[in-house]
């Protein structure tokens, strides 16, 4: 098949159990066409959205089915434990042990009104002992992790059913007891932060309140990543304004101000990316919005909507950091100059690297945009958005790949010139021989749904849809989800047999809220605009911390 060809065998792509689940009546609405297209842009260069089915409610129930053909596949064969490994429906406990998939997994059940689903989790986060990890050792915790996908989730649930979603017949205790069990957590956490700088150490020992040696050098400095430092302030601070205890806040807060009063920068707002816990100082000069920086940068805007009156300086920040992007860092790949990216740095210079975890960037950007009212955001956030869309429709699996490199150095190497074809039409090569593997990614659709919500374009939703069909036909194994081996090849080349749980809390979320029909959108959508997506006025009622959890903002008048 072509590169993009598969994704449109459309049918054949619907699994019978989801297809069987899609109410018979739907049908797609009418369309205004533009030739053989029903928008400009729905067919493009090496793609073709034409053939799919129009119809959003069909679309959002497919998206419902995979959660619940997912949570099935976890709550039968890994429940309460971490984490499902689908080709053989076993399990692992790889965060903890304390049920990261439905604590994680929890609000996107809520958002779909899924409630038996809803309330099993309810049922037994009350059960979890955070104060211990469910290992016979005590094994190693990540303060980062833990934040992202435990308290975050647990914050988020509880905002949500507390407030839009009050509707569904939960308990009240137990919608309660999310508040408490994420206060005895924290509790459990903040030792981390225990500290010369207050710059909390990242991989921890809860069972007996020590540190792990992970993140010492050899020189016996303990270091700590830009983005370890700087995703914690959303979940500490949200944590505090709903508890009345300032403690959690001070904490995050406090560690974020060595970024903020910076030993060294390369430029305004862009830093290094590892710091001395014992000075606060930056140690090197790599950076970017790639892996162990990349969150830092995406709560400085999402702080700002979060409290704009406390946070002005974090749009202050975050104003430099994407000026600065645009002024040094973009590029634009030899083969393909109608792309662009933010490249990674070392020191002043830029490298033709990023990664599929810096696709967030567009979403950034777009919010950025609005919150500000920065309309040339806007148009660089939809260029970062259309690249991570092009890295999505290159790859003969239609899943986007781990790493995107258009150093034509490096593609000169003989490891990498088995992919100079690639190069000359995608504008982007592997370069990496052990990095073929991806799958569950959420920074992508994160960012085409930012940007489905501003603009209202029928191609952002086309683009995440023809990602959802790729994952049901290369990653839907056994009783779940799980990565594959090699984007490169149509069937994926294999698994790697685990169902992580950002595919419940992120991936299925992005999917359903990109293609919900607007009957079915509320003020939990980012962006949300009461006229419709397209139509203006976008406001943020909620903000979305980096696992996708929805928090509700303390702003007075909400931008």
């Known amino acids: 098949m072509g590169l993009i060809a598969f994704s449109f065998v459309f049918l054949s792509t619907i699994p019978v159990a989801l297809a069987s689940q899609i109410p018979n009546q739907i049908r797609s609405p009418e369309t205004t066409h533009y030739g053989n297209q029903s928008y400009p842009g729905q067919k493009g260069r090496d793609y073709d959205y034409t053939s799919f089915n129009r119809n959003q409610t069909y679309r959002a129930a497919a998206v419902i089915e995979m959660f619940r053909f997912a949570w099935n596949g976890y709550s039968t064969y890994a429940f309460p434990n971490d984490d499902l490994l689908p080709v053989n429906s076993s399990y692992r406990n790889s965060r903890n042990g304390w049920g990261v998939a439905a604590v994680d997994g929890l609000d996107t059940a809520i958002i779909m009104e899924q409630e038996d689903i809803v309330n099993q989790i309810l049922d037994f986060i009350p059960t ?148 001395s816990v014992e000075t606060g100082e930056i140690l090197d000069e790599y950076g970017g919005w790639t892996s162990g920086n990349d969150s830092a940068y995406e709560y400085l805007i999402k702080m700002y909507v979060y409290d704009p009156d406390r946070y002005q300086n974090y749009s202050k920040r975050f104003i430099e950091a994407a000026d600065s992007t645009i002024a040094h860092l973009l590029s634009h790949p030899s083969s393909r100059p109608d792309l662009t990216m933010a490249g990674s740095f070392t020191g002043s210079a830029v490298q033709n690297y990023s990664e599929q975890l810096a696709c967030f960037i567009g979403g950034s950007f777009i919010l950025g945009s609005t919150a500000l009212d920065r309309p040339d955001y806007l148009k660089h956030g939809l260029d970062f958005c259309e690249f991570c869309a092009n890295g999505y429709r290159y790859t003969a699996s239609g899943i986007g790949p781990i790493v995107y490199s258009w150093n034509l150095t490096e593609l000169s190497w003989s490891n990498f010139t088995n992919q100079t074809d690639l190069y000359e039409k995608a504008g982007w090569f592997i370069d990496d021989n052990t990095a073929f593997l991806n799958g569950q990614a959420p920074e992508a659709i994160e960012s085409w749904y930012y940007a489905y919500q501003v603009t209202g374009n029928q191609y952002w939703r086309d683009v995440a849809w023809a990602y959802t069909l790729a994952q049901n036909r290369t990653e839907r194994v056994g009783s779940g989800f799980s990565s594959i081996l090699n984007v490169l090849k149509e069937d994926g080349g294999g698994w790697e047999n685990i169902q992580a749980s950002y595919m419940l809390a992120e991936v299925l979320k992005y999917q359903y809220l990109i293609q919900a029909p607007e009957k079915k959108k509320g003020i939990w959508d980012v962006e949300y605009t009461p006229d419709g997506a397209g139509q203006g006025g976008n406001v943020n009622y909620f903000v979305y911390n980096t696992e996708a959890h929805p928090f509700r903002v303390r702003a007075e008048k909400p931008v």
């Open 128 to 275: 979890i002992d955070f104060t211990k990890t469910k290992a016979p050792v005590s094994s190693v915790v990540s303060l980062f992790e833990t934040n992202i996908r435990y308290i975050g989730g647990l914050l988020s649930s509880y905002d949500l059913l507390k407030g839009p979603f009050s509707h569904l017949d939960v308990d009240d205790d137990k919608v309660d007891a999310l508040l408490s069990q994420c206060k005895i957590l924290a509790d459990t956490l903040k030792f981390a932060f225990d500290t010369p700088t207050g710059i909390p150490v990242n991989s921890i020992f809860p069972n007996n309140r020590t540190f792990s040696a992970r993140g010492r050098r050899q020189d016996g400095i303990r270091t700590a990543g830009l983005a370890e430092l700087g995703t914690l302030v959303l979940e500490w601070q949200h944590l505090s304004d709903l508890t009345g205890d300032p403690e959690y806040g001070d904490l995050a807060q406090k560690a974020q101000s060595y970024w903020f009063n910076p030993s060294s920068e390369i430029w305004p707002g862009l830093t290094g990316g590892n710091f």
